[in-house]
């Protein structure tokens, strides 16, 4: 049976006996307190189309990232422009690049679209190989993902380097990067090259540091005449984020404070929760994001029971070579669970 939410005695779910989550890189302490405000007025609007409502979440991030409005496509999550950039580099027919390991769920229908996949190796620590990408675009090559910070490694490429990489490889192929995680670190977005390359599409969220991971709403930033591309895989451009996330979104974009809180607190609960599992003999990459990438080869207790005993939820193993598993980065209440689970 379901409950009712028109019924006199309905009560919102209680969460308080859910798990610890720490398996998908959500922020913890968000939506933000003025994204709150804003999607609970917005519940009111409901009942209308959110289209003026999204230019003007448009005009927002067009002026975030120094581009013009024809530059953004907006998404139901980040996700919704990885399945169009799925599709329209399946329309080119031929294979696409992408890092083993990295980010890849989003890929899984590729083959039902007649799309080959080329997995690159990363470097021994764990960032994305760029001289060997480059190396393996042939004839057939027409993307490659650059999910920038990784997920789950935390690494990130060096700017320059990424930049040299962009130019020599967009003469022949599309870039696609990724910067879910962007926010987490002191790099800036490569958004502004967007005006002058026409083969590069970026992909943001705001699941991760703005807290609207439940709300689904992302964007990509690319040249207008790919973003028109692209946008005509959708029957209408940007009509898949409701007026709530939309609301929220906009809002989340002038609470500049929470993000200066969600860093400041990521950064310390960063430092612990590595300190700890280094104490504790595991090897961590050091990480740009709000997740650890570490080493389960000295872990001599079966890590994933010690979760499940302790009701949190973590990942899995990525690379069973040096048993490699991620974690999400909690609260630091959350985080003191997860390491006294360990030990
Ligand atoms: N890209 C990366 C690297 C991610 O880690 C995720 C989610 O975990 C996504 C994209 C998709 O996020 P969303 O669809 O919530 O924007």
Known sequence: TFANPLAEDYVLP???NSPILLRSNENPYGPSPLARIAMTKSVNNSNRYG?????????????KNNVADNNILL????????????QYTALKKGNFIMAETTYNYWTAPCEKLGLKKIKIP??????????????????????????????????????????????????KVIVFVDEAYI???????????????????????????YGLAGARIGYAIANPATIE????LKSSANDSVGVVSTAGAIASLQDENFVKQVNSNNEEVKKYTIDQLTQLNLTCIPSYSNFI??????????????????????TKIYEENGKWTRIT??????????IAALK
């Not at 480059?134 to 090559?141: E, G, M, Q, R, S």
């Not at 990438?293 to 207790?301: A, H």
Request: charged share 25%; hydrophobic share 40%; glycine share 4%.
């Open 183 to 209: 926010d987490f670190t002191k790099e800036q977005s490569l958004s502004n090259l967007v005006t002058e390359n026409k083969n590069l599409i970026i992909a943001k969220t705001f699941s991760k540091m």
């Open 14 to 16: 209680d969460f308080d």
């Open 75 to 86: 998404g139901a999550g980040s996700t919704e422009i990885l399945d169009l950039v799925l």
């Open 51 to 63: 289209w003026n409502l999204e230019s003007e979440l448009i005009s927002a991030l067009a002026k």
């Open 229 to 232: 591309e692209i946008g005509s």
């Open 329 to 338: 980065i909690g609260t630091m209440k959350e985080m003191q669970l997860f």
């Open 293 to 314: 990438y570490f080493s389960l080869e000295n872990y001599k207790k079966d890590y994933f029971k010690q979760l499940e005993n302790h009701n949190i939820l973590g």
């Open 122 to 171: 990363l470097t021994k620590d764990k960032k994305h190989d760029l001289t060997a990408m480059l190396k393996a675009i042939d004839a057939d090559t027409k993307m490659i993902y650059i999910c920038n910070p990784n997920n789950p490694t935390g690494t990130i490429c060096d700017r320059e380097k990424l930049v040299s990489f962009i130019n020599e490889a967009t003469k």
